[in-house]
């Protein structure tokens, strides 16, 4: 019988999944994430397959941090944390959606969304009628 992890699905199969992503030229792979129920843009992060196999398999987010060089799991020292709803894997590989419900601000700024706060104000493609 092959090792499992807590939820019981067979290490073999949280390998195969990790196997598909593209990670880049430095291990990492850009990880979105999304409020699992209003489809809220919160954050974005980086894994690398370990952060990802924790992600997949213990239902709370983990990333890599490229600036400490250490693994961070979201929540742990500011009690905001994202429990696992939902991962996808994008059609080219390297990307991953990882959907959370989001207890707290995601923003280390103490801000809902990373993405609450400059504008670009980019210009605006033409109105269809679809």
Known sequence: MSPVDP????????????????????????????????????????????????TLTEGRVTFW????????????????????RGAHLDCDGDAILVEVEQVGAACHTGLRSCFDTLDLEPARGPETDA
């Open 7 to 54: 939820d019981g699905v067979p290490e073999g199969v949280v390998a195969e999944r990790i196997s598909r992503v593209r990670f880049t030229a430095d291990g990492l792979v850009a990880a979105i994430v999304q409020q699992w129920d209003t489809r809220e843009v919160l954050m974005l992060g980086w894994m690398d397959a370990e952060a990802l196999r924790r």
């Open 65 to 84: 941090s490229r600036s400490r060089g250490e693994y961070w799991r979201k929540g742990d020292t500011s009690g905001h944390i994202q429990l696992v």
